[in-house]
């Protein structure tokens, strides 16, 4: 099977993000870059399907230069190989224009099987693999648990989470799939995968090579403009109560939860 999987960098999620003083993004010079999470459960999904069934594995990356390291790590992780969609023109673009330079790239790669991650943890936004499906003309199930490939490799069922249960869907291939927790516990890089990766394929794409112009992706392609990004309020400092006895702390904490945060 050729699988494909779509990756996107993101900060760490242990990470202290600060605001630019301009309030149009974040400071990225002293923060670390990872795997998307999310991306991360569709990687390791795709590694086990083709080791179960064959194929390749292949991740489709749009972002800057730094991109390389989260690449190399799902390389070394074991995909085969990878395509950076590295341009200027793809900064600053939202999930529309970058679902149009993915399709754009996947479309001539035949793909059996695109992963995406359910949603990006910087902005959260969810909407990439179904845009994707759209622009490639293919079915797409979101927020998948569990993924069976049929013998014949035509369809595939797949488990997804829905609110206050599960949903099985059979999808004919090819298709998106949108990754959730629980679908996998993602391995870690082994020292062999991480010499190997090294030597891997990573194919750098410029706009032109997709046969689309500057004016469809990036900022200058995007439906949405952020206007201006803020850090939250300061969280107010916690109230210590007093006592030595249920009894005596008890009523303390009626009355604030009365009188001060209004939720009795």
Not at 37 to 63: F, M, N, Q, S, W
Not at 66 to 88: E, F, N, Q, S, Y
Not at 116 to 137: N, P, R
Request: proline share 5%; with cysteine; net charge neutral.
């Amino acid at each position: 099977m050729n699988i494909i999987a779509c990756m996107k960098q993101v900060p760490d999620t242990e990470a202290q993000i600060r605001v630019r003083p301009d309030g149009l993004g974040i400071v990225e010079s002293d923060i670390k870059f990872v795997i998307n999470p999310y991306d991360e459960y569709g990687v390791e999904e795709a590694l086990r399907i083709k080791e179960k069934l064959g194929g390749t594995v292949t991740i489709v990356c749009v972002g800057p230069a730094r991109a390389v390291d989260a690449i190399r790590t799902g390389l070394a992780m074991g995909a085969d190989k990878a395509v950076h969609l590295d341009d200027p023109a793809f900064e600053g673009g939202d999930t529309f224009s970058t679902a149009k330079a993915l399709a754009a790239a996947i479309k001539g790669m035949g793909g059996d099987l695109i992963f995406c991650g359910k949603q990006a943890i910087d902005d959260d936004a969810a909407t990439v693999g179904s845009a994707l499906s759209e622009l490639l003309g293919i079915p797409q199930v979101s927020i998948v648990t569990k993924v069976e490939i049929s013998e014949d490799k035509k369809k595939a069922k797949v488990s997804r989470q829905i609110v206050g249960g599960e949903e099985i869907i059979e999808v004919p291939l090819p298709c998106v799939l949108t990754a959730q927790k629980g679908l996998n516990e993602p391995r870690y890089a082994s020292l062999p995968g991480i010499m190997k990766a090294k030597k891997k394929e990573i194919k750098s794409i410029k706009v032109a090579d997709l046969g689309l112009n500057q004016a469809e992706v990036g900022a200058a392609g995007a439906k949405t403009k952020m206007l201006k990004m803020t850090s939250p309020p300061a969280r107010k400092a916690g109230t210590m109560i007093k006592g030595e006895s249920a009894e005596e702390t008890a009523p303390q904490l009626a009355k604030l939860l009365r009188e001060e945060a209004k939720v009795l």
